[in-house]
């Protein structure tokens, strides 16, 4: 299986500023037929599923506010939040799609400094 | 907009079969863009994929759970079942429904999420 490494585990980050998650993969996930990341983020707030922001790597979901962005290629990878608002507190994910299973990074804590 | 809703027992004793029903509404299930598949959580901690299931019945599971998992879909319903047999404690944990986009053979990313039911492996 693919693992997936997040870091930081947590990170507190005052309103208006920026917020990085990286996510590294223990292989890559690019396919290089198509140049394509198969990677996408997924935010987690409490008690609720979690919501699609990013499939491909950089591509934003339906919806998903332009503050959030992701970056990368190959194994490793960055979601970024450029203003953090006060909404964005949540658990965020990594997923690769590679190859089967799909496994997920262990998750970053997002909380207001 | 489509809307995934998982149900069954929320209590499940040790050595006997956790079932669930996810019921898709909003949108078609009979669909060769989609997988359907499911997605656990024990509490507190990260997301564990368990399998997918097209439309027609074709089924891929996560090895770690292969031996013990069955997923099954009944397109005239619009629901897919999850059933996971011999649980332990180990098998507590919030279970999800999602609609997977195809990206390749029994391959792809969630993109619609049911709300999740805990279910609670206890004598």
């Known amino acids: 299986d693919i693992v997936m490494t997040q870091s930081p585990d947590s990170l507190a980050v005052s309103l208006g500023e920026r917020a990085t998650i990286d996510c590294k993969s223990s292989q890559s996930v690019l396919y290089s037929s198509n140049n394509k990341n198969y990677l996408a983020w997924y935010q987690q707030k409490p008690g609720q599923p979690p919501k699609l922001l990013i499939s491909?790597?950089?591509t934003r979901d339906s919806g998903v506010p332009d503050r959030f962005s992701g970056g990368g290629s190959g194994t490793d990878f960055t979601l970024t939040i450029s203003s953090l608002q006060a909404e964005d507190v949540a658990v965020y994910y990594c997923q690769q799609y590679y190859s089967n299973p799909p496994t997920f990074g262990g998750g970053t804590r997002v909380e207001i400094k | 907009q489509l809307q995934l809703q998982e149900s069954g027992p929320g209590l499940v004793k040790p050595s006997e079969t956790l079932s669930l029903t996810c019921s898709v509404s909003?949108?078609?299930?009979?669909?060769?863009?989609?997988?359907w598949g499911w997605i656990r959580q024990p509490p507190g901690k990260g997301l564990e994929w368990i399998g997918n299931?097209?439309?027609?019945?074709?089924?891929y599971y996560n090895p770690s759970l292969k031996s013990r998992v069955t997923i099954s879909v009944d397109t005239s319903k619009k629901q897919f079942s999850l059933k996971l047999s011999s649980v332990t404690a180990a098998d507590t944990a919030v279970y999800y429904c999602a609609r997977h986009v195809q990206t390749g053979p029994y391959k792809g990313y969630p993109d619609y999420w049911g709300q999740g039911t805990l279910v609670t492996v206890s004598s």
């Open positions: 299931i097209d439309y027609s019945g074709g089924t």
């Open positions: 909003g949108g078609p299930i009979s669909s060769s863009s989609y997988y």
């Open positions: 491909w790597a950089s």
